[in-house]
């Protein structure tokens, strides 16, 4: 079965600072990798993804993410925030297909970060 | 093109009674899915479909029922509602078939209160 654990549920950060938000995930089998962003009383939409290749990732709005796979992690990184990124924050795996697994094209989500940009 | 919809957007009902969120998209994925959303959970999924007349049971589906008749409708039937399954419902599509697969798409959600 997979996991997916996000370390901060909450993470306030000044404007024009740095943030990373963390992710670890636990699988028996490849997975893929996903940070999806839901604003106030929105659904949820794709932030950016891992499938293969490079292991940096650069996604919309200025975030990018890193996949390391010795360590299992996936943390998500924006060099300067704005106001506008306040919003929570979901890391979520599946698996590859044919990677042996039974949750190709399904999703299992962490607990989700809320990220505060303050002024 | 309105993509993913959900009805109704709120909802508020009474113990033990029988309440459908609906989902409807328009670009006929083949996948759809339903989880529930709640603090400190997460998402979690409640039930999912490969294709029309095909469902399987996703992290948390008691008390929960699903039909997909056609592709681009997937409803959610709580049979007896429970104050437990308040909660925002998000219905998601995805199909693996093409560019850019294996990202879902979400509708708005559903906020649902069981009194």
């Known amino acids: 079965a997979q996991s997916v654990t996000q370390l901060d549920s909450q993470v306030p950060v000044f404007e024009e600072a740095p943030v990373e938000l963390r992710c670890n995930y636990s699988s028996s089998v490849s997975v893929y990798l996903f940070w999806y962003v839901q604003y106030p009383n929105q659904g949820l939409q794709l932030l950016l993804k891992?499938?293969?290749?490079?292991?940096l990732v650069k996604g919309i709005n200025g975030f990018e993410a890193e996949f390391n796979k010795s360590q299992t992690s996936f943390h998500l990184r924006k060099p300067s925030v704005h106001i506008s990124d306040t919003a929570e924050y979901f890391c979520a795996v599946s698996d590859q297909p044919y990677a042996g697994g039974t949750s190709y094209g399904k999703l299992t989500f962490g607990q989700g970060t809320i990220l505060t940009v303050h002024p | 093109d309105a993509g993913i919809t959900q009805s109704p957007r709120y909802k508020i009902t009474e113990t033990g009674r029988q309440v459908t969120l609906m989902c409807h998209q328009t670009w006929s994925h083949s996948y759809m899915f339903w989880y529930r959303q709640d603090l400190g959970h997460g998402l979690r999924l409640i039930y999912y479909?490969?294709?029309?007349?095909?469902?399987d049971k996703g992290e948390v589906p008691d008390g929960y029922v699903v039909s997909r008749s056609k592709t681009e409708n997937f409803p959610l039937t709580l049979e007896s509602a429970t104050r437990s399954q308040t909660s925002v419902y998000f219905c998601?599509?995805?199909?693996?078939?093409?560019?850019?697969?294996?990202?879902?798409?979400f509708g708005p959600g559903t906020r649902l209160t069981v009194l």
């Open positions: 479909s490969a294709a029309a007349d095909i469902t």
């Open positions: 891992y499938l293969s290749g490079s292991t």
């Open positions: 998601a599509t995805t199909d693996p078939g093409l560019a850019g697969r294996d990202t879902q798409y």
